[in-house]
């Protein structure tokens, strides 16, 4: 079964800590993005990849960090820099080459709080 | 600065009667749209997306109508369930850039009573 895996599911983090969220795809995917949800704001683009090894900021990148040394994994950290990090993220991925190849593929997200 | 806006935070129907979600967007640059569904605590998974070369898409009881002079999408649905209960994202994107960034409304909850 194809699919995108995020885990942890909830994840609790001290002040002051760094934190990484796991994103793994098995969908042969070329691009991969992380998205933050808060409550009556939507979705809104942290970072993205459309390649190994290479990576760009999205509109709220600051106080992120992510890599793509994998086709199939895109972590994100969640640095002590982030100054609300409270929130709910979530990691798409998608098929470039495909026709009308803007259909994302939405993990199960992680629930971050910090305490 | 938000390019795709709901306005509409909630929503409450009847079973069995239309829901009619509204989506307006600011960028012209944009030309394909799409409709996501959210239950809480879950990814949003895919529901029906449109080009902007047409003015309609149709998939079972779900329809998207595109307004482009008017910067304006909806989606239909009818009759509604009270499965259909979740929230539901407007985004709209780019083809042209190949990035495949999506860009998100804020949502609206829609609420169908039995």
């Known amino acids: 079964d194809g699919g995108i895996t995020q885990s942890p599911k909830y994840l609790f983090r001290k002040e002051g800590q760094n934190v990484t969220l796991s994103c793994e795809q098995n969908?042969?995917?070329?691009?991969m993005y992380w998205y933050r949800q808060d409550p009556g704001q939507g979705l809104r683009l942290i970072y993205y990849?459309?390649?190994?090894?290479?990576?760009q900021k999205g509109d709220i990148a600051e106080g992120y960090s992510v890599s793509r040394e994998k086709k199939e994994s895109f972590p994100l950290t969640v640095t002590s820099a982030q100054k609300n990090p409270t929130a709910f993220y979530l990691c798409?991925?998608?098929?470039?080459?495909?026709?009308?190849?803007?259909?994302?593929?939405f993990g199960q997200g992680t629930r971050l709080t910090v305490v | 600065d938000q390019q795709v806006k709901q306005n509409s935070p909630s929503l409450s129907v009847q079973e069995g009667r239309i829901s009619i979600l509204n989506c307006d967007y600011t960028?012209?640059?944009?030309?394909?749209f799409l409709w996501y569904k959210k239950y809480p605590a879950e990814g949003p998974t895919f529901l029906i997306s449109?080009?902007?070369?047409?003015d309609k898409n149709e998939d079972g009881r779900f329809t998207v109508f595109l307004n482009k002079s008017a910067k304006h999408l909806s989606l239909h649905i009818v009759p509604s369930q009270p499965g259909d209960s979740a929230v539901y994202f407007c985004?709209?994107?780019?083809?042209?850039?190949?990035?495949?960034?999506?860009?998100f409304g804020q949502g609206t909850t829609l609420q169908v009573k039995p």
């Open positions: 960028n012209s640059m944009f030309d394909y």
């Open positions: 985004a709209a994107s780019r083809v042209g850039s190949n990035t495949g960034k999506l860009i």
């Open positions: 990849s459309q390649i190994v090894n290479d990576f």
């Open positions: 798409a991925s998608l098929d470039l080459l495909a026709p009308q190849s803007t259909e994302a593929f």
């Open positions: 969908l042969n995917h070329d691009a």
């Open positions: 449109i080009s902007s070369i047409k």
